[in-house]
């Protein structure tokens, strides 16, 4: 059983994604839902001016859900917002034990749970998880321990706190918190790993993309077909939840990476932004963005939307974004794809599937990354022959000469390598950049 609430007035604005109609929202999370393998029964909304403080929806609502819930032998409900530990409580103890009550956040875990292949995936949701999990327990335990409390009563109040629900609980609590701390130990030194990786590839200049765009865009065909990788690819949200970085060679000769990641959402909850971290600063460090949309989503402009808002939130705003309106095979003429083209006038239409519009697409994504590429005039040393190597290989080469003193080549080379051709440069270059320490 879904339940979804629309928020009227300023709610509807500060929520993440508020401006999705509640039906389109739900029809999101009935496909989350079928994902992790639930199959919904029912679906239950109602328009608020905020969250109740108690059970989220209305104590009428409640009755109603409860009611629904009975008639239709639903075993789980899911609510489309994030529940606090509160509302958990208090709706739980109205569905009763028999209902399994989730939220947006903790189905969106389940799935993560469910498709993490890498060590550093599967750390990182169990970590989220857990994470997820605690302030819950801490809360139920409170209470329970208040119950505990009651009744023992008066002045020996304190002797009652000792029951075994409580013990189990704080076991539970210490259990999971060293659980916690040792996840994180073990994700830093996957991550120190990771990096030593990623400043290789710095050092080699290969320029990275990173495609991004919102789940079941398409984006993991797209990288199979430009890459022959084998991603897998499906018609599930959040198929794809550990990168994969493959070569792919732009029509004018250069190499590049293109790196394929998990798919954003709206409503996508901050903590689970920051337990992805490590995956998203494949997007943060990468050249140039390669944002993938579904143009046969109703909910394009939406979807759109919430990828540039998760964007902004892991500070990838101002990067260079390259937009590829994907599925377009499933148009039936050009002519219904005209409304698509204005809404989107920079973005180039491909099929990921059938490969239509991808020579086009590299062809802008390599326009894209020479705009980003450096202008210099460097006198190479005939000792320093890797540098002039360095250049024919990642560099586009305007004119080259032997001299006397060296090779001097004028052209441009990739941003990153500019601190290789720093002291061979006689002209052009970053004037004002300064060595990081
Ligand atoms: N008709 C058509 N279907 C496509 C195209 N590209 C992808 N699909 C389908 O869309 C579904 C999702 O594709 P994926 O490549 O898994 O999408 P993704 O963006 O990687 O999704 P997540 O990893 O789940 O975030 C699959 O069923 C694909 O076969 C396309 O160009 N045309
Ligand atoms: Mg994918």
Same mark, same amino acid.
């Given at each position: 059983m879904l339940v979804g609430v629309e928020f009227k007035g300023p709610q509807a604005v500060r929520r993440s994604g508020g401006d999705w109609p509640v039906a389109e929202s739900l029809a999101e999370l009935a496909q989350l839902a079928y994902t992790a393998g639930l199959v919904v029964v029912g679906r239950l909304t109602q328009r608020l001016e905020r969250p109740h403080p108690a059970t989220f929806i209305g104590p009428g609502k409640v009755k109603e859900l409860s009611a629904l819930v009975t008639a239709t032998a639903a075993d789980v409900v899911v609510f489309?917002?994030?529940? &606090?530990? +509160?509302?958990?409580?208090? @709706? /739980? +103890? &109205? $569905? !009763?034990?028999? *209902?399994? $009550? $989730?939220?947006?956040?903790?189905?969106?875990?389940?799935?993560?749970?469910?498709?993490? +292949?890498?060590?550093?995936? +599967?750390?990182? *949701?169990? @970590?989220?998880?857990?994470?997820?999990? $605690?302030?819950r327990l801490t809360r139920a335990w409170t209470h329970l321990a208040r119950q505990a409390g009651g009744r023992a009563g008066g002045a020996t109040g304190g002797v009652g706190l000792r029951g075994p629900g409580e013990t189990q609980l704080e076991t539970d609590r210490r259990v999971i918190g060293r659980r916690i701390a040792q996840l994180k130990r073990e994700l830093e030194a996957v991550r120190a790993h990771r990096e030593r990786h990623r400043a290789r590839r710095r050092r080699e200049g290969m320029p990275v993309v990173a495609i991004v765009g919102y789940t079941n865009? !398409?984006? &993991?065909? @797209?990288?199979? &077909?430009?890459?022959?990788?084998a991603v897998t690819a499906e018609d599930k949200l959040f198929a794809t939840l550990d990168p994969t970085t493959r070569r792919v060679t732009l029509p004018g000769g250069s190499e590049v990476l293109f790196t394929d990641t998990v798919g954003f959402i709206q409503k996508l909850p901050t903590q689970l932004v920051a337990a992805f971290r490590a995956t998203l600063e494949e997007v943060t460090e990468a050249d140039l963005l390669l944002h993938v949309l579904d143009g046969t989503h109703p909910q394009v402009v939406r979807q759109a939307a919430a990828v540039r808002e998760t964007l902004a939130e892991i500070g990838a705003a101002d990067k260079g974004v390259v937009v590829a309106v994907n599925k377009c095979d499933r148009w039936p003429s050009p002519e219904a794809m005209r409304p698509l083209r204005a809404r989107f006038p920079d973005g180039v239409l491909i099929s990921a599937l059938t490969g239509e519009g991808l020579d086009g697409l590299l062809a802008r994504v390599e326009r894209a990354l020479e /705009?980003?590429? *450096?202008?210099?005039?460097? @006198?190479i040393p005939y000792d320093a022959g890797e540098l002039a190597a360095l250049f024919h290989r990642r560099g586009l080469i305007e004119e080259e000469e032997h001299t006397g003193e060296g090779t001097r080549i004028r052209g441009r080379v990739p941003r990153q390598l500019w601190a290789r051709f720093r002291r061979v440069c006689v002209q052009g270059g970053i004037p004002d950049w300064e060595e990081v320490a």
């Amino acid at each position: 059983m879904l339940v979804g609430v629309e928020f009227k007035g300023p709610q509807a604005v500060r929520r993440s994604g508020g401006d999705w109609p509640v039906a389109e929202s739900l029809a999101e999370l009935a496909q989350l839902a079928y994902t992790a393998g639930l199959v919904v029964v029912g679906r239950l909304t109602q328009r608020l001016e905020r969250p109740h403080p108690a059970t989220f929806i209305g104590p009428g609502k409640v009755k109603e859900l409860s009611a629904l819930v009975t008639a239709t032998a639903a075993d789980v409900v899911v609510f489309d917002d994030e529940l &606090s530990p +509160r509302h958990q409580r208090e @709706l /739980e +103890r &109205s $569905l !009763g034990e028999e *209902v399994k $009550l $989730l939220d947006r956040t903790a189905l969106i875990l389940d799935i993560f749970a469910q498709h993490a +292949r890498t060590r550093e995936g +599967r750390l990182q *949701v169990e @970590l989220a998880q857990y994470e997820y999990r $605690l302030p819950r327990l801490t809360r139920a335990w409170t209470h329970l321990a208040r119950q505990a409390g009651g009744r023992a009563g008066g002045a020996t109040g304190g002797v009652g706190l000792r029951g075994p629900g409580e013990t189990q609980l704080e076991t539970d609590r210490r259990v999971i918190g060293r659980r916690i701390a040792q996840l994180k130990r073990e994700l830093e030194a996957v991550r120190a790993h990771r990096e030593r990786h990623r400043a290789r590839r710095r050092r080699e200049g290969m320029p990275v993309v990173a495609i991004v765009g919102y789940t079941n865009a !398409g984006k &993991s065909t @797209l990288l199979n &077909s430009l890459a022959g990788a084998a991603v897998t690819a499906e018609d599930k949200l959040f198929a794809t939840l550990d990168p994969t970085t493959r070569r792919v060679t732009l029509p004018g000769g250069s190499e590049v990476l293109f790196t394929d990641t998990v798919g954003f959402i709206q409503k996508l909850p901050t903590q689970l932004v920051a337990a992805f971290r490590a995956t998203l600063e494949e997007v943060t460090e990468a050249d140039l963005l390669l944002h993938v949309l579904d143009g046969t989503h109703p909910q394009v402009v939406r979807q759109a939307a919430a990828v540039r808002e998760t964007l902004a939130e892991i500070g990838a705003a101002d990067k260079g974004v390259v937009v590829a309106v994907n599925k377009c095979d499933r148009w039936p003429s050009p002519e219904a794809m005209r409304p698509l083209r204005a809404r989107f006038p920079d973005g180039v239409l491909i099929s990921a599937l059938t490969g239509e519009g991808l020579d086009g697409l590299l062809a802008r994504v390599e326009r894209a990354l020479e /705009e980003q590429m *450096v202008w210099l005039e460097a @006198l190479i040393p005939y000792d320093a022959g890797e540098l002039a190597a360095l250049f024919h290989r990642r560099g586009l080469i305007e004119e080259e000469e032997h001299t006397g003193e060296g090779t001097r080549i004028r052209g441009r080379v990739p941003r990153q390598l500019w601190a290789r051709f720093r002291r061979v440069c006689v002209q052009g270059g970053i004037p004002d950049w300064e060595e990081v320490a």
